[in-house]
């Protein structure tokens, strides 16, 4: 695996962009007003860098990472995007995104209708609980002193692919079940944006309530 594509450009798509190409990975990054916009990124993460549009960043990534509004998830290109890994970075704010029935009476998890949109691949629940200055200050090299993030997914190996990529880009991983538990991490939840470590981690997750937030 190395390529990373970008559905999204914005502070936690840009940030991760920016480790992924510290990690030694190639970026494709692309957003919805179109390449040209994305001139000023591209320049900065380097040679190991290129702007797109969505259905070349779907294309292109070997992994594939979605950080865009959850309104828009519709968006998304399905098609190239078939048999692979998805990192789903979105949260649900209704005052952004209107009210979504589904989410609203805890039917489903905003990963979920995502893996409903692309049915052929496999979605990994991943970085919504960290903001995007604490995602780019806050990996670590070594394996001491090291925040946890935690991921969720249906795919055991897709799990594994979003793990080795997470640890390599500086950051320990807690596997937090199946998409219709993801919502333990969510805004309102003991463990968003919280600076925890894996035992911590496991805690938050124990200690969410389904109904905060």
Request: no cysteine; proline share 5%.
């Amino acid at each position: 695996m190395t390529t990373i594509g970008f559905i999204g450009s914005g502070h936690i798509g840009a940030t991760l962009a920016r480790l992924a190409v510290t990690a030694g990975y190639e970026v494709v990054v692309s957003n919805s007003r179109g390449p040209q916009t994305l001139v000023d990124l591209v320049a900065e993460l380097g040679e190991h860098a290129r702007a797109a549009t969505a259905r070349q960043a779907a294309e292109a990534g070997d992994l594939v990472i979605v950080t865009i509004p959850l309104k828009n998830y519709r968006e998304v290109p399905a098609g190239p995007l078939a048999g692979k890994v998805v990192i789903d970075t979105n949260n649900y704010y209704p005052q952004r995104d209107g009210q979504i029935a589904a989410l609203d009476s805890h039917r489903s998890t905003s990963s979920e209708l995502l893996q409903a949109h692309l049915p052929t691949s496999r979605v990994v629940k991943a970085f919504n609980h960290i903001n995007s200055a604490d995602l780019g200050s806050q990996a670590t090299p070594g394996p001491a002193g090291r925040r946890a993030l935690a991921i969720a997914g249906h795919d055991a190996a897709a799990k594994s692919d979003v793990a080795a990529f997470i640890d390599r880009i500086g950051y320990d991983v807690l596997d937090a079940g199946p998409l219709s538990e993801s919502w333990r991490i969510e805004p309102g939840t003991p463990g968003y944006n919280v600076r925890l470590d894996t035992a911590g981690l496991t805690g938050a997750l124990a200690a969410a309530k389904r109904n905060i937030g």
